[in-house]
């Protein structure tokens, strides 16, 4: 089961992108929009490639919208293929 994607499309408070989990406390690495997470609904979401990549891990029938740049596509399914889903939780 993955977590729908029901937050607003704007920057959180603490000023991290939107693919940002709130239980999330890292922080982003590069652009807000550097990527875009489409979920298996079709819902879309903007953010860093850090946050983008935690987000795909633990988001079920996720991926990256097409397009993304290559190169920014690449190290987000790469590093989501190294994290455990929502890795924060277990302090990662
Ligand atoms: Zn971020």
Same mark, same amino acid.
């Given at each position: 089961?993955?977590?729908?994607?029901?937050?607003?499309?704007?920057?959180?408070?603490?000023?991290? +992108? /939107? /693919? /940002?989990?709130?239980? &999330?406390?890292?922080? +982003? $690495?590069?652009? #807000? &929009? &550097?990527?875009?997470?489409?979920?298996?609904?079709?819902? $879309?979401?903007?953010? +860093?490639? !850090? !946050? +983008?990549?935690?987000?795909?891990?633990? *988001?079920?029938?996720?991926?990256? !919208?097409?397009?993304?740049?290559?190169?920014?596509? *690449? &190290?987000? #399914?790469?590093? /989501?293929? $190294? *994290?455990?889903?929502?890795?924060?939780?277990?302090?990662?």
């Amino acid at each position: 089961m993955g977590r729908p994607l029901d937050r607003p499309a704007s920057h959180s408070p603490q000023g991290r +992108c /939107a /693919a /940002a989990a709130a239980e &999330d406390p890292t922080p +982003c $690495e590069g652009s #807000y &929009d &550097d990527a875009t997470i489409i979920d298996r609904n079709g819902a $879309e979401v903007a953010g +860093c490639i !850090h !946050h +983008c990549a935690r987000l795909l891990a633990g *988001l079920e029938g996720a991926r990256v !919208h097409p397009f993304v740049l290559a190169r920014h596509a *690449l &190290d987000i #399914y790469s590093r /989501a293929r $190294e *994290l455990p889903p929502f890795a924060w939780e277990i302090g990662k």
